[in-house]
């Protein structure tokens, strides 16, 4: 996925601009993995395999999110209804 286009994306929720963490580069810069961020509502989007996972909170499952965090050192906020990570320090 292009970080051009990765830009264009706004959250499903409240259509704001998401801010963009990159883990993965390809050889052509595309994006692999990494991580969109939600300033309004704080929810988070994770692009795995070069796709950006965008599908609203009641079709995303956290045992499945739950790994691909954990390899980025990240983690899942347990308290929260929504799906926002935990702050970590
Ligand atoms: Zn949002």
């Known amino acids: 996925m292009r970080e051009e286009f990765l830009h264009k ?6 259509k704001s601009d998401l801010e963009l963490e990159v883990f ?3 050889t ?4 692999i ?6 300033p ?3 929810r988070f989007y994770p692009i795995v395999q070069g796709v950006p ?10 045992k499945l999110e739950e790994p691909i965090l954990k390899k980025w050192g990240l983690r899942l906020n347990d308290s929260s ?4 990570l935990l702050e970590e320090g």
């Open 9 to 14: 994306l706004c959250c499903p929720q409240d």
């Open 53 to 62: 996972i965008m599908t609203p909170d009641e079709y995303r499952q956290r």
């Open 81 to 84: 209804k929504k799906f926002e």
């Open 40 to 42: 309004e509502c704080e």
């Open 28 to 31: 052509e810069s595309s994006i």
């Open 24 to 26: 993965v580069r390809d």
């Open 33 to 38: 993995e990494g991580m969109l961020t939600c």
